[in-house]
């Protein structure tokens, strides 16, 4: 997409003394006021990761600012944290809080009504429903192949780990779920078990139009991505 702009921005963690690394996505159908979208990969991915940047392209083309940031241990930020991850769990994940106060705080020339969207894919995803879930910043949660529960990996979690990033143990039943959260995955998915779309579905009370599946697709929505881009930018019409 030729007129897509990027602009390369630092989101400083000070206790830390890091910057996330990210991009500012928008184009020249994205007015100087407009939400923003908060865009998450998955594990190891970043934001010049194909399926990454593709929807960060898409929703700036279609009028929206589009942040995507390199979590710690991933992309850029990774030559200042190092690359064990797997160390950084639980600061990968509070992170988003970061990232939504560094948007309030210094995108309020840009920023439409605070209307802030986060859109997360696999890791990503599960960010999206567990701190993204308890930040009422974030109006609207999309969650593409999240896991419901860190238990049920191959890699086997320290127990007060899997509670800061699993999502059944941030999740709660509301009927305002239906107006804030879209969930989507695939059944043939090899990573994500597809009965995780169900778990999450009823521990949220969400009724069938905001839970989208499709038979084939696997863990990346491949032939569907189009697709599931329509539903997202019709769902994005409640921010």
């Given at each position: 997409m030729i007129d897509i702009k990027t602009e390369n921005i630092d989101i400083p963690v000070k206790y830390d003394q890091i910057n996330l690394k990210g991009s500012i996505y928008s184009s020249k159908n994205?007015?100087?006021?407009?939400?923003?979208?908060?865009?998450?990969?998955?594990?190891?991915?970043?934001?010049?990761?194909?399926?990454?940047?593709?929807?960060?392209?898409?929703?700036?083309?279609?009028?929206?600012?589009?942040?995507?940031?390199?979590?710690?241990?991933?992309?850029?930020?990774?030559?200042?944290?190092?690359?064990?991850?797997?160390?950084?769990?639980?600061?990968?994940?509070?992170?988003?809080?970061?990232?939504?106060?560094?948007?309030?705080?210094?995108?309020?020339?840009r920023l439409l009504e605070n209307r802030i969207a986060l859109f997360g894919r696999s890791f990503g995803g599960a960010i999206v429903l567990t701190h993204g879930f308890i930040d009422d910043r974030a109006k609207l949660l999309i969650a593409l192949s999240a896991r419901?529960?860190?238990?049920?990996?191959?890699?086997?979690?320290?127990?007060?780990?899997?509670?800061?990033?699993?999502?059944?143990?941030?999740?709660?039943?509301?009927?305002?779920?239906?107006?804030?959260?879209?969930?989507?995955?695939c059944k043939d998915d090899q990573q994500i078990p597809f009965e995780n779309l169900y778990q999450i579905k009823e521990h949220l009370g969400l009724g069938d139009e905001n839970v989208i599946y499709f038979k084939t697709g696997g863990h990346s929505f491949k032939s569907h991505r189009e697709e599931i881009f329509k539903y997202c930018l019709e769902f994005l019409k409640n921010l």
């Open positions: 994205t007015p100087i006021k407009a939400p923003f979208i908060v865009n998450m990969g998955g594990l190891l991915e970043h934001r010049e990761s194909y399926l990454v940047k593709y929807f960060s392209e898409k929703f700036a083309h279609a009028g929206y600012y589009v942040l995507s940031y390199d979590f710690r241990a991933h992309g850029e930020t990774k030559k200042q944290t190092g690359s064990r991850w797997d160390k950084m769990i639980p600061k990968i994940f509070s992170d988003i809080h970061i990232v939504l106060e560094w948007i309030t705080s210094n995108q309020s020339k419901y529960d860190y238990r049920t990996t191959q890699v086997k979690f320290d127990k007060d780990l899997i509670k800061q990033i699993s999502p059944v143990h941030f999740l709660k039943k509301n009927p305002e779920n239906n107006n804030r959260i879209l969930i989507a995955h």
